[in-house]
C-alpha cells in the first residue's frame, strides 16, 4: 500500500529520543563535580539533525505509518522544523547562561529535548491516543523545565501552577476523546471526521468539541484559560520561557488546527463563533493587563496571550487561506518571542535580578548591542514592517477579513494599537540616557558568547527572513494549509487493527 | 442488565466530583487527588464506550491513561515536594509569590 517504511514517518522523533537518551546516559556516566556544559552541544547537534530529518521527509510520498497513527505531510514537516528551530536556539541560549555549578544540567538539555520528541510527535499524530501520549511527553517535560530553579522560591511555585492547572486541561482534553470516542466508535482522526457528521449522538461530539477545545486553549494560554502564563513566565528560568512560549504552542495550535480543519470541519458553524470570542478575549484581556505590568517577562507573559488571539483570528479564515496565515504567524511569532526571551535572559541572568522595566533603562548606553537587539524583536512584536510581526498580523487579519470577520480585524488592529503602547514603554525605557552614570547598574553578562550569539543571530535571522521575504516561509505554510484539508478517501489509509470483542 | 447511560452519568458525576474538588479544596495533594479522579472517570467513560462498540480501543486507552497518569504522579509529587521544602505549607493559599 505504501511502500515507505513507517520509521521514516517518525525520523526526527526518533533522532530526537536517541539524543535524549544519550544525554541522560553520558550526565549518569560522568562523575560528579565535572561540568556539565558540553552535554548541551550533544543537545543541540542532536536536535539540528532532526531538523534535517525532518527537512529530509519532505521527500518522502505523503502518507501514514504505524496503522494511521502518524503522517507525514508538508503540514508536519512545517511543524517540525519549527519547534526543532525554536528547541535548537533555547538549548544555545541555555548553554552560555546556564550557571556553571548547576549539577543537574544534563537532566535540564535532555528534559528539553524529550519535551521536543513529545511536540513533534503532537503535530504529526493522526490518532487521539497518539495525541493524548505525545501532549504528555510534552507538558511533564515543561513541568520539570518550569521549576528549573527549585532552590527559589518562586520556582517550584511556577512549575506547581503550571503542572496542576496542565493536568487539569488534560483531563478535559481527554474526556472530549472519550466522548468522540463515544459518538463514532473510533479514535483515527480521519474516521472521526468521516462519521462524526452522521454520528447518531451528536450531542456527545458537541460536548467533546467543547471539552478539547478547553484543553487545547489551555495549552495556547487563550483567555479565558490564560492565568497560568504570567506566573510561569515569570517564576521559570528566561531560557526556559523562551522555549515555553512558542514551542508547545506551535504544538498546540497544530493541534487545534487538525481538529478544526481536519477532524471536525463539518462543525465550523458552532465553533467559529467561539474562536471569535476567545480571540477578542485573548488580545484584548492580554493587552489590558500588559499595560499595568512592571515585571519585563510578566508584560511579555500577557503580550503572548494576546498573540495568540491575533493567532486565532486566522481561524476565521476560510479552509487554507486561514491554516496558511495561522501556519505563518507561529512561526513569526515564535522568531521573534525566542529571540525577545534570550535578550531578556541576558540583561536580567539567570537569577532575574534585573526583572523590571525600570531596570532595562539606559540598556543601549550600557550594551548597545543588547539594547538594538531588544528595540528590534519589540518592534516586530508591535508589528511594524520589515520585521516577522508584521506580515503575520497582515495575514491573520486578512484571513480574517477573507472569512467575513471584518469586525474581528478590527478589534484586532486596535488592539494592536493598544499593544504598541507597552511595548514602545520598554523600548523608551532602554534608549534613554540614564540621569545618573554612577547609578547605573552594571550589565550582568559583559560579553555575549559563542553559542548565545548563534542564537540571537539565528532569531535576528528569522525575524528579518519573515518580514523581508515571507513569500518561501508562505508557500510553505500553503502546502501544509492544502495537505491538512485534503483528506484521504475513506478506509484508504485505515487499516483497522483493533480486535473486536465479542458482544 | 444495567444501561450504559447509567455508566456514563456516573462518569459524568464522578468527573465534576473531581472539577469541584480542584476548584474548592486548597491542599495541595487532595488537589492532586481530585485531578487523578477526573482521569479516572475518564477511563470508565473508555470502558463503558468500549462495550458499547464492541471495540478493544476503548480499553487499550484506559491503559495509556493510567501509565501517563503514573508519570504524571511521579512529577507532580516531586513538585509537591520541592514546593514544602522552600515554603514549608501546602496550603494553596500561601502559595502566592507571584500575584496577578
Not at chain 1, 519547534?83 to 536556539?89: A, F, R
Not at chain 1, 539567570?350 to 538594538?372: C, E, N, Q, T, V
Request: glycine share 8%.
Amino acid at each position: 500500500m505504501n511502500s515507505v517504511p513507517d520509521i521514516f514517518r517518525i525520523l526526527p522523533e526518533v533522532v530526537l529520543t536517541i539524543t535524549g537518551v544519550a544525554v541522560m546516559m553520558i550526565d549518569a556516566s560522568l562523575p560528579a563535580g565535572v561540568a556539565r556544559r558540553s552535554l548541551g552541544w550533544v543537545a543541540a547537534i542532536g536536535t539540528t539533525l532532526a531538523l534535517w530529518a525532518s527537512l529530509w521527509q519532505l521527500s518522502l510520498p505523503e502518507g501514514t505509518g504505524f496503522y494511521a497513527t502518524v503522517e507525514t505531510t508538508a503540514f508536519t514537516v512545517f511543524f517540525h522544523v519549527l519547534i526543532c528551530g525554536i528547541v535548537l536556539v533555547s538549548l544555545l541560549l541555555s548553554l552560555d547562561t546556564l550557571p556553571e555549578r548547576n549539577h543537574h544540567q544534563g537532566e535540564y538539555y535532555a528534559l528539553m529535548v524529550f519535551g521536543a520528541v513529545g511536540m513533534c510527535l503532537l503535530t504529526s499524530a493522526v490518532e487521539l491516543l497518539l495525541v493524548f501520549v505525545a501532549l504528555e511527553i510534552s507538558s511533564i517535560s515543561t513541568y520539570i523545565l518550569a521549576g528549573y530553579r527549585k532552590e527559589t522560591g518562586r520556582g517550584p511555585e511556577a512549575a506547581l501552577k503550571y503542572f496542576l492547572l496542565g493536568s487539569f486541561a488534560t483531563a478535559f482534553l481527554l474526556y472530549g476523546v472519550a466522548m468522540v470516542f463515544g459518538a463514532t466508535g473510533t479514535t483515527q482522526i480521519y474516521e472521526i471526521a468521516r462519521l462524526a457528521p452522521t454520528a447518531q449522538n451528536h450531542g456527545f461530539v458537541l460536548l467533546a468539541l467543547a471539552m478539547m477545545l478547553a484543553g487545547i486553549f489551555f495549552k495556547v494560554s487563550a483567555a479565558p484559560f490564560h492565568v497560568w502564563t504570567p506566573d510561569v513566565y515569570e517564576g521559570a528560568p528566561s531560557p526556559v520561557v523562551a522555549l515555553l512560549s512558542t514551542a508547545p504552542k506551535a504544538a498546540a495550535f497544530a493541534l487545534l488546527l487538525r481538529v478544526l480543519y481536519e477532524m471536525l470541519p463539518t462543525l465550523r458553524p458552532v465553533w467559529s463563533p467561539l474562536l471569535w470570542v476567545v480571540a477578542v478575549l485573548s488580545m484584548t484581556v492580554g493587552n489590558l493587563a500588559a499595560l499595568r505590568q512592571e515585571n519585563v517577562k510578566r508584560m511579555l507573559a500577557y503580550s503572548s496571550i494576546s498573540h495568540a488571539g491575533y493567532l486565532l483570528a486566522a481561524f476565521a479564515g476560510l479552509g487554507s487561506s486561514g491554516i496558511a496565515a495561522a501556519s505563518f504567524y507561529i512561526a513569526a511569532y515564535a522568531a521573534m518571542n525566542v529571540g525577545i526571551f534570550a535578550v531578556v535572559t541576558l540583561v536580567s541572568g539567570y537569577d532575574d535580578k534585573l526583572p523590571l522595566i525600570a531596570d532595562f533603562r539606559g540598556l543601549m548606553y550600557r550594551s548597545p548591542l543588547l539594547g538594538s537587539l531588544l528595540i528590534f524583536f519589540l518592534v516586530s512584536l508591535v508589528g511594524i514592517p520589515f520585521t516577522g510581526g508584521f506580515f503575520g498580523k497582515f495575514y491573520s487579519f486578512s484571513a480574517a477579513v477573507g472569512g467575513g470577520a471584518i469586525a474581528l480585524a478590527i478589534i484586532g488592529l486596535l488592539n494592536s494599537g493598544l499593544a504598541s503602547a507597552y511595548y514602545l514603554r520598554l523600548a523608551f525605557a532602554a534608549a534613554q540616557r540614564p540621569a545618573d552614570r554612577s547609578a547605573e547598574t552594571p550589565l550582568l553578562t559583559p560579553q555575549v558568547g559563542v553559542a548565545v550569539g548563534a542564537a540571537l543571530l539565528l532569531a535576528v535571522a528569522a525575524t528579518l527572513v519573515l518580514g523581508i521575504v515571507p513569500g518561501e516561509v508562505l508557500r510553505a505554510a500553503e502546502a501544509g494549509a492544502h495537505t491538512l484539508q485534503a483528506i484521504p478517501e475513506a478506509g484508504a489509509h485505515v487499516i483497522t487493527m483493533a480486535p473486536q470483542l465479542k458482544p | 442488565m444495567i444501561p450504559i447511560s447509567w455508566y456514563l452519568l456516573l462518569s459524568a458525576a464522578l468527573f465534576s466530583l473531581g472539577m469541584v474538588g480542584f476548584l474548592v479544596k486548597r491542599n495541595i495533594v487532595t488537589v492532586f487527588m481530585s485531578i487523578e479522579l477526573m482521569l479516572n472517570a475518564v477511563n470508565l467513560s473508555f470502558v463503558t464506550f468500549a462495550h458499547q462498540w464492541h471495540m478493544v480501543k476503548g480499553q487499550i486507552f484506559v491503559f495509556f491513561v493510567m501509565v501517563v497518569a503514573a508519570a504524571e504522579a511521579a512529577v507532580g509529587l516531586a513538585i509537591i515536594i520541592a514546593v514544602f521544602r522552600a515554603r514549608s505549607t501546602l496550603a494553596v493559599d500561601r502559595i502566592d509569590l507571584m500575584k496577578l
